[in-house]
């Protein structure tokens, strides 16, 4: 059974940091294209970053700069690192595996960035 769960989301101040992690359990993440999106209230859900099983990253321009995809292989977990956050960035953050013709999401963790 294949589980992914994202954590260390919370309530941070403008221009803060927040590293979300999503341990996988049931796939190798080092195997996956793993992703995190986000969907803020009222809006659809969002690509923020990915990184390809060779180590590629790609981020969306908003988060250029700002946040940082990476994963610990021994660990079996995707990171997101971000930083100098907006409150545009508001929003439940999810991580999804893709391969072998499956994919997999988590349930999400909220990010909260308000004064």
């Known amino acids: 059974q294949v589980q992914l769960v994202e954590s260390g989301g919370g309530l941070v101040q403008p221009g803060g940091s927040l590293r979300l992690s999503c341990t996988a359990s049931?796939?190798?993440?080092?195997?996956?294209?793993m992703y995190w999106y986000r969907q803020a209230p009222e809006k659809q859900r969002e690509l923020v970053a990915f990184?390809?099983?060779?180590?590629?990253?790609k981020y969306v321009d908003p988060v250029k700069g700002r946040f940082t995809i990476s994963r610990d292989n021994a660990k079996n977990t995707l990171y997101l690192q971000m930083n100098s956050l907006k409150p545009e960035d508001t929003a439940v953050y999810y991580c999804?595996?893709?391969?072998?013709?499956?994919?997999?999401w988590g349930k999400g963790t909220l990010v909260t960035v308000s004064s």
């Open positions: 049931g796939i190798i993440v080092s195997s996956y294209l």
């Open positions: 999804k595996a893709y391969g072998f013709g499956m994919t997999y």
């Open positions: 990184i390809t099983s060779g180590g590629t990253t």
